[in-house]
């Protein structure tokens, strides 16, 4: 399973890339007075973690995890063996970080596995290619381990790598928990096989493809009472902390309005399904690949990255990038899922989200807040601009990877900040509303640092599988309506249905091959 998803919170897309590669496996005992000295930790008191899913995203956290000593990463799984198509964002970008996580010596390592250049995705986004699958995953591991004191002559051997989720967790009987960054559809799957193996879980974004798929993995979540979290960080952060103290504190009046805007997407959306048939790529399980959606021929339109905007196989702008905003303005406002969503796009096409859309939620009232609407815009879109804003804030209006923001919309004035609420200011500005000086929030770094310490009996990550359940049941409601626009979709959490369009059911519960039923 391959990702290469767009991640941005708070940092720029560039600043994510501070990890390195990839993941390992077969856990090797290393007696104790190899591995000793400062920082040393009992391989006893590791967290055994498979990393499933070695794209870009997969790599850039398991590169991460590799670098903790509390970690030990034991075995990689992806369906792709190796290839180097995956998109980066900087030259050469994911080999460099691997060879700086290597550290002196290995400047030159992994020379094959170099970028063999660029390619235009879109008319506006050219990346860098780079290296991604399973082989690649498991060298770097084993590269790093036999770096640091892992053996006497400085090599490693212990990395398992698999083709299939199934076998891994079948077979790696040394293993407390996995780690997720496959294409959208097969995060449910994967979560609670794993889950009912009494595995933890960290998934990345979107937690599940559907709504249905969210209620449960929460459900096994609570049942199997392992270690869960979605990697988002916007409930922990000091800039949702500070926005909810300013707003209970009538910094802006009373809510009842939320606009969210987005850059996305960088990969093509409003486009039809291609009429050819590729050659499936040497080392590519493209069956395993497809896993739970629909039987469709190879083509290179879907993979690697590109599969973000395409119905079958993710959630477009809005599940790249609501997760992570929603789970804060959640944490903020006290929200439970809305009652009503309809969009207004750009032409609609059958088999992929649309280029541009504006998303419409209406949220009911709680004990301590009327009902409220918040808006989502993607594509270049944007709400009205505030008037008076500074010439900073002008920024997150304009277009281009700056462009995104949100705006809390009260009675008495609005709050202004970054897309994920990050470097908040408030207007009319006040004295008694000031911004701190600016400290760089690591969100991913939050998240695993959370689900690390409750795989050790600590406390329950704050973006847990049960409490983001309903987060992602809000944007995902947000995605059906961009495949229906102009419909209002009225929805009963209740009974988990749309009242008001079977049509629009039809993607509350969608059929998964039975091949791929968990």
């Known amino acids: 399973m391959k990702d290469g998803t767009f991640e941005q919170t708070g940092a720029s897309r560039r600043d994510l890339l501070r990890g390195a590669v990839s993941a390992a496996t077969s856990f090797v005992i290393v007696p104790r007075h190899v591995l000793g000295g400062v920082g040393y930790v009992a391989p006893s008191d590791k967290v055994t973690i498979a990393s499933i899913g070695l794209g870009r995203q997969g790599q850039a956290i398991t590169m991460e995890l590799l670098a903790r000593p509390d970690v030990q990463i034991v075995a990689v799984c992806d369906c792709n063996q190796e290839s180097k198509n995956y998109a980066e964002y900087g030259d050469n970008a994911l080999l460099k970080s691997a060879r700086r996580l290597l550290g002196p010596g290995y400047e030159n390592w992994g020379e094959d596995l170099a970028s063999p250049g660029e390619a235009q995705l879109t008319h506006d986004f050219r990346t860098s290619l780079g290296m991604g699958g399973r082989e690649p995953a498991r060298r770097l591991i084993e590269a790093y381990y036999g770096s640091r004191k892992g053996s006497a002559s400085g090599a490693y051997k212990g990395c398992g790598a698999y083709k299939d989720y199934r076998e891994l967790l079948a077979k790696q009987q040394d293993l407390d928990a996995v780690y997720i960054a496959t294409p959208d559809h097969w995060h449910a799957a994967i979560s609670i096989a794993a889950m009912r193996k009494r595995k933890h879980v960290f998934c990345q974004k979107p937690m599940t493809h559907s709504i249905a798929d969210a209620r449960r993995v929460a459900a096994v979540a609570r049942e199997m009472k392992v270690a869960t979290s979605v990697a988002i960080n916007n409930p922990s952060t000091d800039s949702t902390k500070l926005i909810a103290d300013w707003i209970a504190d009538g910094a802006i009046g009373t809510v009842r309005e939320v606009h969210n805007w987005s850059s996305r997407p960088y990969w093509p959306q409003g486009i039809e399904r291609p009429k050819t048939v ?3 790529p040497e080392g590519l399980d493209w069956d395993m690949w497809l896993g739970p959606a629909p039987e469709r021929p190879f083509n290179n339109a879907y993979l690697p990255f590109v599969w973000r905007g395409w119905y079958d196989f993710g959630d477009g702008s809005f599940g790249d990038m609501g997760c992570y905003s929603f789970a804060g303005v959640f944490t903020i406002l006290n929200l439970t899922p809305p009652v009503s969503v309809e969009s ?20 009911p009232a709680a004990e301590r807040r009327p009902a409220l609407r918040m808006s989502w815009y993607d594509g270049g879109l944007r709400p009205p601009r505030p008037k008076g804003l500074r010439k900073e804030d002008q920024r997150l209006f304009e277009s281009g990877e700056e462009g995104e923001g949100i705006l809390y919309v009260g009675d008495k004035g609005v709050l202004l900040g970054g897309f994920n609420g990050e470097h908040p200011r408030v207007y009319p500005e006040s004295p008694k509303y000031q911004t701190p000086p ?20 600590g406390p329950s990550p704050k973006a847990n599988f049960e409490s983001e359940a309903p987060v992602t049941e809000a944007f995902l409601l947000g995605c059906i309506a961009q495949r229906l626009p102009g419909e209002l979709l009225e929805w009963d959490t209740g009974k988990m249905r749309i009242t008001s369009s079977e049509k629009a059911n039809e993607y509350v519960t969608p059929v998964v091959r039975s091949a791929y039923k968990v």
Not at 344 to 363: C, G, H, M, Q, W
Not at 438 to 457: F, T
């Open 278 to 280: 590729d050659p499936i």
């Open 344 to 363: 207004s796009t750009t032409p609609r096409y059958d088999e992929t989200f649309p280029k541009a859309s504006i998303v419409y939620l209406n949220f």
């Open 438 to 457: 600016v400290r760089k929030e690591h969100h991913r770094d939050l998240a695993v640092d959370q689900w690390i310490a409750a795989c050790k009996g």
